[in-house]
């Protein structure tokens, strides 16, 4: 554990050293009062152990999670996971593409297939939006979720099921910083 000042905190930080090396910090401003607000850490042993030190903070009857990922683990790491209540959320992340076949070739998939965005005569699989193209790119939302909401039209049987496999990322993108 270690304790020093941070920039914009109100008193002395407290952090999660490993071998010497800082590898995460809870951030909070205006006192402490239960509220984070922001966290970050270098693995995935350093987020559990900063959890785990706010959930250790002696009388402390609730915990307010300000600028959280939506696929965050952390309603899992509750002793009662139904506990945690989500009052505000927003991914402060868009994206419009301007170049589209550019975009397409220089994103990376994590599954086999192709997308092609070129001029032709031919029927379309599928019709999509600006936002949703946007939303798909960046991996956040699933083409099914899309798809249901009238944003993306198929014309082929399958292609909201291969477009969702072809651009689902895992962790989902997330800013915490608004701008």
């Known amino acids: 554990m270690a304790s020093?000042?941070?920039?914009?905190?109100?008193?002395?930080?407290?952090?999660?050293?490993?071998?010497?090396?800082?590898?995460?910090?809870?951030?909070r401003r205006r006192g402490w009062h239960g509220r984070a607000t922001a966290l970050q850490s270098t693995t995935i042993e350093a987020y559990r152990a900063l959890w785990q030190l706010l959930f250790d903070f002696d009388l402390t009857k609730r915990i307010v999670a300000v600028a959280r990922p939506a696929d965050e683990p952390l309603r899992w790491m509750l002793r009662n996971p139904p506990a945690l209540r989500v009052t505000r959320q927003s991914d402060n992340l868009w994206v419009?593409?301007?170049?589209?076949?550019?975009?397409?070739?220089?994103?990376?998939y994590d599954v086999a297939g192709s997308v092609t965005c070129t001029p032709t005569n031919a029927s379309?699989?599928?019709?999509?939006?600006?936002?949703?193209?946007?939303s798909l790119y960046l991996g956040g939302a699933s083409a099914a979720l899309l798809a249901s909401a009238g944003r993306i039209h198929p014309h082929r049987a399958d292609a909201v099921a291969t477009l969702s496999r072809l651009f689902r990322v895992d962790p989902e993108p997330f800013n915490s910083f608004a701008f």
Do not use: C, N
């Open 4 to 27: 020093g000042p941070r920039r914009g905190a109100s008193r002395p930080g407290r952090g999660v050293v490993a071998a010497h090396r800082p590898v995460g910090e809870p951030v």
């Open 124 to 134: 379309p699989d599928l019709t999509l939006d600006v936002p949703a193209l946007g």
């Open 96 to 108: 419009r593409l301007l170049d589209v076949p550019t975009a397409l070739e220089a994103r990376t």
